[in-house]
């Protein structure tokens, strides 16, 4: 199942580099605006990697996000994660705090909560690399802080592509 969906991510990624670059035209990234009602869906590749203890073990699965650019550098979001045996969702904001070029690093913050109870603040940092003006390649990794439980501590890890309208 985790080969196949990672060779389905790989084609879909593939397709999407090509059709971009098909035309042979160098894109300028620096006008691209992540203006008011600019809205953005995303799946992916997710890894949780739990520290401290508790029942909670190292997982693998996808994830799906939507969302949307209160400004042009604040972004807020919604996501879930199927993942072997557990799901989790979160809300966080995004926050651009250098350019809007092919490359565009981010900073996360938010909450994030798992189907067993365990809830907590969390905190990340990530990167796009944009293959043109509506589609971009998606890296994160956050550390989510468990508060009602154990383990105390879950990292995630997650790759993706992402279409923003």
């Given at each position: ?27 300028d ?109 998606r890296?994160?990794a ?24």
């Amino acid at each position: 199942m985790k080969k196949t969906f990672f060779a389905l991510f790989a084609a879909i990624s593939a397709s999407v580099c090509a059709a971009e670059s098909s035309d042979g035209e160098d894109v300028d990234f620096s006008y691209i605006e992540y203006g008011y009602e600019r809205w953005y869906v995303g799946a992916g590749a997710q890894a949780a990697i739990p520290q401290g203890g508790g029942n909670m073990r190292s997982l693998a699965g996808a994830a799906a996000r939507i969302g949307w650019y209160a400004d042009d550098f604040l972004a807020v979001e919604a996501s879930a994660a199927w993942l072997e045996h557990d799901a989790g969702l979160g809300v966080r904001c995004l926050w651009h705090w250098w350019g809007f070029e092919r490359f565009d690093p981010f900073f996360t913050f938010g909450a994030d909560g798992w189907i067993d109870g365990d809830v907590g603040p969390s905190l990340g940092c990530g990167a796009f690399w944009h293959l043109g003006e509506l589609w971009s390649l998606r890296f994160d990794a956050t550390a989510t802080l468990g508060l009602d439980g154990d383990p105390g501590m879950v990292y995630g890890l997650g790759v993706g592509i992402q279409y923003a309208f």
